[in-house]
């Protein structure tokens, strides 16, 4: 079966009313609720309330830049991405992710040639090896974020990094949105999907669900969408997805309102059961 998850918007900050939310919106996945490390009790709460529920927590975000070009600036986010895995571990989260940044001044993950080099890799995976190394994880895994211009920016790269990193905590987050780069890659991104799953299966713990859509604007643009309003291949990804052991979670985000979400949410119902795939409810 697959997990569906998402953002919900509400008011509460309970964790049974949150994981029941989660239960009735028809989400057996979350992102994990707002807590940090310095709460032991709400996090046994989380925890608890969401076992209940059988709602697994796929993901705490960090979402900093690791390879910041200040480097007093890079130790601190270092430190706080180190602090979300380890809380990833006590939450009982499939993983932290981040995406690994880039050292372009004042930027948090902004193109810069020095990303996809030869040092750019090596800074990569001894970045990666000093986050796991730090908490050195049981269940968690640590993860980075497909990206266009930074890495892993291709199935390939990704595993070329686990291979490198040579952590079992180190584990793959697929979003074949963040790697559609060119017309030919969007026109036939099944392909491109099937090739992320064959790479990459034993190793992806948690996946992403957008859209992408091409427009005739120059240079070449492409604009992320609502789920099955774009180009994305979803009875592909679905039934990819699907084949993989442990239920691994799919989740839906970057959209603006909880309408959104419902829009998302049931137009991959719809694609699922035309294809005889099961959500976990």
């Known amino acids: 079966m697959i997990r569906l998850g998402g953002n919900l918007q509400g008011s509460t900050d309970d964790p049974e009313e949150i994981a029941d939310a989660h239960k ?3 989400y057996s996945a979350a992102y994990c609720p707002e807590v940090t490390l310095a709460q032991p009790e709400r996090i ?3 925890r608890k309330a969401f076992a209940k529920q059988d709602v697994v927590i796929a993901e705490v975000g960090a979402w900093c830049n690791m390879v ?16 979300r895995l380890a809380l990833a571990e006590e939450v009982g989260a499939f993983c932290c ?14 193109p810069h040639p020095y990303n996809l080099s030869t040092e750019g890799f090596e800074l990569c995976v001894e970045t990666v090896r000093t986050i796991i190394d730090a908490v050195k994880p049981k269940t ?21 990094l686990i291979k490198a990193v040579d952590r079992p905590a180190f584990a793959a987050h697929l979003d074949p949105v963040n790697i559609i780069v060119s017309p030919r890659q969007y026109f036939n991104n ?14 992806i ?3 992403h669900a957008k859209d992408i859509v091409l427009r005739d604007q120059l240079a070449l643009h492409f604009d992320e969408s609502i789920p099955g309003q774009g180009q994305l291949d979803y009875r592909t990804y679905l039934c990819e997805l699907a084949k993989l052991p442990g239920e691994v979670p799919l989740m839906l985000e970057h959209l603006q309102t909880q309408e959104q979400y419902t829009q998302a949410r049931d137009y991959l119902f ?6 005889g795939l099961q959500f976990k409810s």
């Open 97 to 110: 992710i981040d995406y690994i940044g880039s050292v372009l001044p004042n930027s948090k993950y902004g």
């Open 190 to 203: 099944g392909e491109l999907i099937k090739r992320c799953f064959e790479l990459l299966g034993p190793y």
């Open 140 to 160: 968690a895994k640590f993860c980075l974020e497909f990206m266009q211009w930074v890495l892993p920016d291709s199935p390939e790269a990704c595993l070329e």
């Open 205 to 207: 713990v948690s996946c």
């Open 270 to 275: 719809s694609v699922g059961k035309e294809n």
């Open 24 to 26: 009735a919106y028809g």
């Open 44 to 46: 046994r709460q989380i």
């Open 68 to 83: 910041d070009a200040d480097l007093a600036q890079r130790s601190s986010n270092q430190a706080y991405v180190i602090e």
